[in-house]
């Protein structure tokens, strides 16, 4: 099915919906694994059609949509792509930027959360902290020698002011659902299930 959606330039899944149109059955999954490992397989045969179905269909290939990118943007990619402008390892040597180093210091307990202090919403576990408050620092002091200001608001999410445009985000770390085996539940009503960190930091921007 792939295979002959590539050759017509339109999606499996639009291929897929061309051969139900026509009654025509395919492959079933893991049919052409079968075949490649010596298994028979019984080939389907086409049904009878009735009078009135559809006998043909006319495929159109995919065509890609174009977008034409504002100069401002070329050349803000392009400044962007230049080595000189990229955020190197010497940004995460430093020491914490100022902010990130008040989160740090709420987050583990040294500093007591007041209404003129603000930390920033970092979502990640405690193994993952220092790595995500590293790459927090070294995206501030960045975004502040290119002429962007940093800070955050009430709700700690992390703002970056660029060129009079508010960039609102968060950093987080995803979790995936595991199931607990009954040798580790201390109880036959607890949970079967529970949360575990995975160990990747993403940024997740809000829109204003």
């Given at each position: 099915?792939?295979?002959l959606?590539?050759?017509?330039?339109?999606?499996?899944?639009?291929f897929?919906k061309v051969?139900?149109k026509?009654?025509?059955?395919v492959?079933p999954?893991?049919?052409?694994?079968?075949?490649?490992?010596?298994?028979?397989?019984?080939?389907?045969?086409?049904?009878?059609?009735?009078p009135g179905?559809?006998?043909?269909?006319?495929?159109?290939?995919?065509?890609?949509?174009?977008r034409?990118?504002p100069?401002?943007?070329?050349?803000q990619q392009?400044?962007?792509a230049?080595?000189e402008?990229?955020?190197s390892e010497?940004y995460?040597?430093?020491?914490?930027?100022?902010?990130?180093?008040?989160?740090?210091?709420?987050?583990?307990?040294?500093?007591?959360?007041?209404?003129?202090?603000v930390?920033?919403?970092?979502?990640?576990?405690?193994?993952?902290?220092?790595r995500?408050?590293r790459?927090?620092?070294?995206?501030?002091?960045?975004?502040?020698?290119?002429?962007?200001?940093v800070a955050?608001?009430?709700?700690?999410?992390?703002?970056i002011?660029?060129?009079?445009?508010e960039v609102?985000?968060?950093?987080?770390?995803p979790?995936r659902?595991?199931?607990?085996?009954?040798?580790k539940r201390?109880?036959?009503w607890?949970?079967?299930s529970?949360?575990e960190?995975?160990?990747?930091?993403i940024?997740?921007?809000?829109?204003?």
């Open positions: 099915m792939s295979s959606a590539k050759r017509y330039n339109i999606s499996d899944v639009a897929a051969c139900r026509l009654q025509v059955p492959p999954r893991g049919d052409w694994a079968r075949i490649r490992n010596g298994y028979k397989v019984t080939k389907p045969s086409l049904p009878h059609l009735s179905d559809q006998t043909s269909a006319t495929v159109s290939p995919s065509q890609t949509k174009s034409d990118v100069e401002a943007v070329k050349e392009a400044h962007k230049a080595p402008n990229r955020i010497a995460f040597s430093r020491k914490l930027h100022s902010l990130v180093q008040t989160t740090k210091q709420m987050l583990s307990g040294r500093m007591e959360p007041t209404g003129k202090i930390a920033l919403n970092v979502r990640v576990s405690k193994s993952s902290r220092d995500a408050l790459i927090l620092s070294a995206l501030f002091y960045a975004c502040e020698e290119r002429g962007y200001s955050a608001n009430e709700q700690r999410e992390l703002l002011l660029v060129k009079g445009e609102r985000f968060l950093l987080e770390e979790s659902r595991i199931t607990v085996s009954e040798s201390k109880h036959s607890s949970p079967t529970e949360l960190p995975t160990g990747k930091l940024f997740a921007f809000r829109s204003t």
